[in-house]
């Protein structure tokens, strides 16, 4: 006699083995959870290694913006420090312009008075041979030079 109840008909193995199927089965089951657990603690610290990685790319990245910072304080600082040095420099130079454009006044105003001076007076023009300071180039003829005339005064007297 068959067997017409439906649960109580046998169900096909799985393994070929009909003895031991619970328990094959089971095992089949370990070691496949067996490998998905090392596949998953591969993945988590393969994660961990990224996200350490990771914290360290931010620590470096939030130094670096600290150090920017502060770069950018000093430059600003100097800058500010620049800036009155330079507003210094350009009054000194200022007033040093200043009083070139003065001396310069100064020395066109000497100079028109100057010109003025020697176009007022007159300056005598002689020959060089006539001049007092000529060379002698006749020892037997004594020149008339006002030395010489107060020699003659002198000894005359």
């Known amino acids: 006699m068959t067997f017409?109840?439906?649960?109580?008909r046998a169900k096909p193995l799985k393994s070929g083995n009909p003895r031991h199927r619970v328990d094959d089965y089971i095992r089949a089951l370990k070691d496949g959870h067996e490998k998905q657990l090392a596949e998953l603690r591969d993945e988590n610290v393969a994660l961990l290694n990224a996200k350490g990685a990771a914290d360290d790319g931010a620590?470096?990245?939030?130094?670096?913006?600290a150090d920017l910072e502060a770069d950018v304080?000093?430059?600003?600082?100097q800058a500010h420090i620049d800036h009155k040095h330079l507003a210094q420099q350009a009054g000194i130079i200022r007033t040093l312009r200043e009083d070139l454009d003065e001396a310069?006044?100064?020395r066109t105003d000497r100079t028109k008075v100057e010109t003025a001076t020697t176009e007022t007076?007159?300056?005598?023009?002689?020959?060089?041979?006539q001049s007092p300071l000529a060379a002698v180039t006749d020892p037997g003829r004594v020149r008339q030079t006002t030395w010489g005339r107060e020699r003659e005064r002198e000894g005359a007297t």
């Open 73 to 77: 304080r000093k430059l600003k600082e």
């Open 4 to 8: 017409t109840i439906p649960g109580l």
């Open 104 to 106: 310069r006044g100064r």
């Open 59 to 65: 620590a470096i990245q939030e130094q670096l913006i």
């Open 121 to 129: 007076q007159p300056i005598p023009v002689l020959p060089l041979h």
